[in-house]
């Protein structure tokens, strides 16, 4: 093979993301970043898990609050009835990987607020109550916000995604949910 090829098959395995060149010590495989399924619902802990490594939750808010003309909408009920709201940064290894901000129909999960989420995710405690939900998601690229950007340790630059979430059983919603994932640091699939 010739040297060109071989450099141009190099430059090109760069481009794509499976190799990393570094000037002075060579090239290198990749490390894909982990990979997250936006349609199942699942533990983010469970996943994390699979992937060898260890979760960790920080609770930033857990408490009841009035639904404004937009979330009442959202969850058909009358401006100012009562929702839960939390927010959660998720952790893999140490490293924010994802910001979690949800409301939830006190209806359907009276005892939210009693749970202690940093032993177990608020996916994990609602998948429970929740006998097959239907599930509507939004994916959309975003700039994080200066609170997001710093609750998850990254630059107001970095791109990330943002799933929003919305599952009803029976007709009624449960959740409303917003998932912030940094860009170098997850990827859905």
């Known amino acids: 093979v010739s040297r060109m090829t071989v450099h141009r098959a190099l430059r090109d395995l760069t481009d794509e993301g499976l190799l990393t060149r570094v000037q002075g010590l060579g090239t290198f495989v990749a490390e894909r970043p982990p990979s997250t399924d936006v349609v199942e619902l699942r533990s983010i802990a469970d996943e994390i898990a699979e992937r060898g490594n260890v979760h960790a939750c920080r609770v930033e808010r857990l408490l009841a609050v009035a639904a ?34 949800r409301w939830v129909n006190p209806a359907v999960a009276p005892d939210y607020l009693d749970q202690d989420f ?7 405690y609602l998948i429970r109550l929740e006998s097959s939900p239907q599930v509507e998601h939004v994916i959309e690229a975003v700039s994080p ?7 998850l340790d990254i630059p107001v630059t ?20 917003m998932l912030v994932h940094p860009g170098s640091r997850d990827r859905l699939g």
């Open 68 to 101: 404004d003309a937009g979330l009442a909408r959202r969850f058909n009920l009358p401006v100012g009835a009562k929702l839960f709201h939390s927010i959660v940064v998720h952790s893999e290894s140490d490293v924010p990987v994802q910001l979690e901000e």
């Open 118 to 124: 940093t032993r177990q995710t608020p996916g994990e």
């Open 145 to 151: 916000t200066a609170e997001i950007a710093r609750l």
């Open 158 to 177: 970095e791109p990330c995604l943002r799933v929003t979430r919305r599952t009803w059983v029976q007709g009624r919603v449960v959740t409303g949910a």
